[in-house]
């Protein structure tokens, strides 16, 4: 080949003119081939190494810290792939952390609305977990059954219904009349629900149901003990 300067005929593989001493090939080129490929090379192992086998952070970190090293280097591929390698390694490391520090994050209640209708589904709090407004502790009788029955209207509507009832876990006697008084309780939440419409048991009126319930129960049914809370396990109203 000849020097793009002044001319002279020079060997294909020089670096320099012998004449003019013009530089002729980047020699940079050179000290990225020969300087990165093997950090090119690690970053690859070191993600993949990652990824197989959920290693700590600090794995792949290093793969993207290497796969940095030799993106410029002939082996570019391989520093591309282990970058990417170690950065989707480091994603469930990142959440699990995130997940960790942040607080507050778990739901504290549930309630899942039934199935096509007018119902709800609610979970029961633990003895030691639940507190009402005045600080009781509430235990809970949970052995009524479902109630079935149907509404008042011309054209009834379909009621099942599984009523809970707390009560202060502190009162021993409560949950021994609960059980012995327990066909009355089931009766009078039969006619209860016979009494009503489909429209007086829609999802907006659950809390004042709930209020009526705990006040029949108590005035009516109860003489040593009294329910502080009414829950309901299950609330379908199914129209036909």
Same mark, same amino acid.
């Given at each position: ?9 020079? @060997?294909?593989? @020089? ?13 940079? +080129? ?9 950090? @090119? ?46 950065? +989707?390694?480091? +994603? ?16 504290? @209640?549930?309630?899942?609305? /039934?199935?096509?209708?007018? /119902? ?59 059980? &012995? ?27 004042? +149901? ?29 129209? &036909?």
């Amino acid at each position: 080949m000849f020097c793009k300067n002044c001319g002279n005929e020079i @060997a294909d593989d @020089a670096l320099f003119c012998p004449k003019c001493g013009t530089k002729l090939i980047d020699s940079t +080129l050179f000290n990225n081939d020969n300087g990165h490929e093997n950090e @090119a090379i690690i970053g690859f192992v070191l993600g993949l190494i990652s990824l197989l086998f959920g290693v700590t952070i600090i794995i792949p970190i290093l793969g993207i810290y290497f796969s940095n090293k030799g993106k410029n280097s002939s082996k570019a591929t391989f520093a591309k792939a282990g970058k990417i390698l170690s950065i +989707l390694s480091l +994603l469930p490391a990142i959440l699990l952390l995130a997940f960790i520090i942040i607080p507050d994050i778990g739901v504290t @209640a549930t309630k899942i609305v /039934g199935n096509n209708n007018v /119902g709800t589904n609610s979970t029961i709090p633990m003895a030691n977990e639940y507190k009402t407004e005045s600080k009781e502790i509430l235990d809970w009788y949970t052995s009524l059954g479902l109630i079935k029955t149907k509404t008042m209207e011309n054209n009834p509507s379909n009621i099942q219904v599984d009523v809970v009832l707390g009560y202060n876990i502190n009162d021993k006697p409560a949950s021994n009349e609960i059980e &012995q008084k327990s066909d009355k309780i089931k009766k009078f939440l039969t006619q209860y629900f016979t009494q009503k419409t489909s429209e007086d048991l829609r999802p907006q009126n659950e809390e004042n +149901l709930k209020i009526e319930i705990l006040n029949g129960i108590n005035d009516s049914i109860l003489s040593s003990s009294k329910i502080k809370d009414v829950r309901f396990m299950q609330f379908d109203v199914i129209k &036909q």
